[in-house]
T-cell receptor, first 115, second 114 residues
Framework: DVKVTQSSRYLVKRTGEKVFLECVQD?????MFWYRQDPGLGLRLIYF???????EKGDIPEGYSVSREKKERFSLILESASTNQTSMYLC??????????????FGPGTRLTVL | SQQGEEDPQALSIQEGENATMNCSYK?????LQWYRQNSGRGLVHLIL?????REKHSGRLRVTLDTSKKSSSLLITASRAADTASYFC??????????????FGKGTSLLVTP
């Protein structure tokens, strides 16, 4: 079974703090994704990566950055957390879409509260 | 960008009844997927239907796809309380430089009461 793990289930940070959200997958997937989920807005793509050291902006990259130094790990960084970044953050991974139709495997999510 | 839109936003039924959720999308797709999310958890893939397929079954799930109307439906038969969850449709447009990222709808919240 594919397993995608996220470093924390719940996180509380203060405005202005630098926040790291870690995601690790154990199935050698090329693609990894970060989404945020807010009531009434559904899932919105923040960043994705299709290879080590590669990253692409999603729909809402402002205020975020990412790092993918190893294939299994994809980190989301909030350089200076703000209250409007309070949200549920979901990480996902997938195999190459042209072969495996890009079914995504999700982690359990991190509920981040910024005070 | 969000492409899929689920309908209805919320659905409440009794155990044993069938639940039908609909999804509409805007541009051409390679495939359409349905995911389930239990409260406060990550999403779980349910079923995928390719653009050249019209209907697909998996257990109590039945998915249809009408590319001419740009719509899909998910039918859950003989629902159980454990089916209570949010259901999302997701589409991709097959652009290689997108990493085959998916576009998710806002979801249908299904409540199945005993």
């Amino acid at each position: 079974d594919v397993k995608v793990t996220q470093s924390s289930r719940y996180l509380v940070k203060r405005t202005g703090e630098k926040v790291f959200l870690e995601c690790v997958q154990d199935m050698d997937h090329e693609n990894m994704f970060w989404y945020r989920q807010d009531p009434g807005l559904g899932l919105r793509l923040i960043y994705f990566s299709y290879d080590v050291k590669m990253k692409e902006k999603g729909d809402i990259p402002e205020g975020y950055s990412v790092s993918r130094e190893k294939k299994e790990r994809f980190s989301l960084i909030l350089e200076s957390a703000s209250t409007n970044q309070t949200s549920m953050y979901l990480c996902a991974s997938s195999l190459p879409g042209e072969i495996y139709y890009n079914e995504q495997f999700f982690g359990p999510g991190t509920r981040l509260t910024v005070l | 960008s969000q492409q899929g839109e689920e309908d209805p936003q919320a659905l409440s039924i009794q155990e044993g009844e069938n639940a039908t959720m609909n999804c509409s999308y805007k541009t051409s797709i390679n495939n359409l997927q349905w995911y389930r999310q239990n409260s406060g958890r990550g999403l779980v893939h349910l079923i995928l239907i390719r653009s050249n397929e019209r209907e697909k079954h998996s257990g109590r799930l039945r998915v249809t796809l009408d590319t001419s109307k740009k719509s899909s439906s998910l039918l859950i038969t003989a629902s159980r309380a454990a089916d209570t969850a949010s259901y999302f449709c997701a589409t991709d447009d097959g652009r290689p430089n997108s990493g085959y990222a998916l576009n998710f709808g806002k979801g249908t919240s299904l409540l199945v009461t005993p």
